[in-house]
C-alpha cells in the first residue's frame, strides 16, 4: 500500500508564496501520475495541477495557471506544488493523489494540508 503524505500548508498574505510538499511512501507502484487537488469549505474538490510519473507532462487547471507550479523529484518520489502570487480564493485543503499505471482515475490520496490567505 502507498501512503502520500502533504506538507507544507499555512497562513500567508494575499500576494505571497507557498511550496506544498508529497511524499509517497510505502509499497512501490507503476505510478502514471500524480496530482494536486483542492477542496473549499461547501465546494466541490477542484482539479489543480497534475504531472506525468514519465515524461514530466504538466497539466493545470485554468483558476492556477500561470500562478502554481507543479514538479516531481523521481529519486525521492516526490510530487511538489510551487504557488505564487496566492489569492483569498485559493484557500482550501490541498490534496495529494496518485494513479497507477492502467486506472482511470487517481485512487491513492493523502490526508491534506490546509492552505489560508488571508490579509
Known amino acids: 500500500q502507498v501512503q502520500l503524505t502533504e506538507s507544507g500548508g499555512g497562513v500567508v498574505q494575499p500576494g505571497d508564496s507557498l511550496k506544498l510538499s508529497c511524499d509517497a511512501s510505502?509499497?512501490?507502484?507503476?505510478?502514471?501520475?500524480m496530482g494536486w487537488f483542492r477542496q473549499a469549505p461547501g465546494k466541490e474538490r477542484e482539479f489543480v495541477a497534475s504531472?506525468?510519473?514519465?515524461?514530466?507532462?504538466?497539466y493545470y487547471g485554468d483558476s492556477v495557471k500561470g500562478r502554481f507550479t507543479i514538479t516531481r523529484q523521481r529519486a525521492k518520489n516526490t510530487v511538489y506544488l510551487q504557488m505564487n502570487s496566492l489569492r483569498p480564493e485559493d484557500k482550501a485543503v490541498y490534496f495529494c493523489?496518485?494513479?497507477?499505471?492502467?486506472?482511470?482515475?487517481?485512487?491513492?490520496w493523502g490526508q491534506g494540508t490546509q492552505v489560508t490567505v488571508s490579509s
Open positions: 493523489a496518485a494513479k497507477r499505471v492502467g486506472a482511470s482515475q487517481y485512487d491513492t
Open positions: 510505502g509499497r512501490p507502484f507503476a505510478c502514471y501520475a
Open positions: 504531472i506525468r510519473w514519465s515524461g514530466g507532462a504538466t
